[in-house]
């Protein structure tokens, strides 16, 4: 049995997955929500919660299965907790949804050209990137107790085990990385001021990062010889690598609170290009490159929904898809990658302001902001998948959408219609599959390509297909 910790932004879950007879079968044992904190020292996650909810996840998944043998952990990218010299964390790890960064990416661009910085990272430009983040850093007293520079994933397992480490795909979004060399990069290291004893070395997905420790077997009823296992603990990449395709020629999304949009190359596109339509390299597992831009996702809708809750009107999510559904086409749509969408707080007036802004009438009832924020996903979707095609001259047949967004019916057919594809949906539980599949390939208990992986997932899940039934709209 394996176990997959998988943390998103908005909800984490521990996963027992096994495999027999070449099919891969899961159960969630533990279910805990996330989300940023906010506190007088700006927004944070509260990891210590986070961690011990991974222990009850593990103290559970243990009493219903003793056999496990190996821990996979992904979460989404870019954020890190700093750890002084006696490996304590120093405070709560800061939420990319905190805006503090917007000095310190005028200072590193002062101190290096964004061209000349893709052409080293490849990395789309988002204000949150960790070089900007560390660098935001340097200005709190904090920053001199410093010792070590951990990606979350990479937190959480050495809690577990006490072993320090990273993987390149996580490694890959921190803009930190070299995406030729898949090393860090001493141009960005010195850029961002940053002595390489600060990170942990970059190993590849499947590697066993150690043993878990006796307390920690002691807190869950796990064997002292279970291993953590690295896997692609970018959660993104996680995903993409269990993307059901059995051929070539798909696109991908990874819908859940974020949108990751794109396709997977053999090498990194570091063209002008490239940068001008903001696209990223982010590393896959067995060396693959995901070649995505980061579009908006359902985190409109959520904080949408958070918003109305706080104010009184509850909203059952379920009503709202099928009112938004009801609702003709040709509505008002907003750029859901905006910036200005990022940050908690009132989201049904930004969205408001942002139609008006582009002359269009503002959505008024939470059913029509619904259908703004789907119809507005579709386009993005749609959009970012033509670019994709054009900069890397790989033609693309279907789309694969994988994750939380799968299961949202209205905007998997309003993706057929606005890409002319047909879209294929499923599995939603992507990122911990593919976060147990490489586990299970590095314990040899399946072997293979990423290719014959994907066999297995396409094996293994329901999916459902969407035609486009509208023409696709003009890009
Ligand atoms: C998705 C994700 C995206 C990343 C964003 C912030 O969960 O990991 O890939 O851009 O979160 O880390």
Redesign the pocket.
Known sequence: MFAAVDI??SGGRVIAGQILDGMVTTEVVHRFDNGPVESPAGLRWDLTRLYDQVIIGLAELTRRYPDVIRIGID?????YGLLDSDGHLVEEPHS?RDSRTTDAVAAVHDRIDPAELYTITGLQF?P?NTIYQVVAEQTCPVWERVAKIVLLPDLLAYWLTGDLATDVTNAS?TALMDATTRDWSDRLLEIAGLGRDLLPPIEPAGSVRGRITEAVAERTGLGTDVVVTTVGS???ASAVAAVPATEKGFGYV?S???S?VGIETADPILTEASRAANFTN?GGVDGRIRYLR?EG?LWLLQESLRHWAKTGHDHDLGELLEQAAALPAGGPTIDVGAEEFIAPGDMPSRIGDACRRSGQAAPESPAAITRCVLDSLAAAYARTLHEATELSGQEVDRLHIVGGGSQNELLCQLTADATGLPVIAGPIEATALGNLLVQARSHGMVSGSLEDLRRIVAASSSLTRYEPVDRPRDL
């Not at 979460?75 to 954020?79: E, L, M, S």
């Open positions: 998103g932004a979460t989404w990218a870019v954020d990319y988002l949150f979004t970018h959660d993104t990874s859940g609170t974020w990751l982010e980061n996702g």
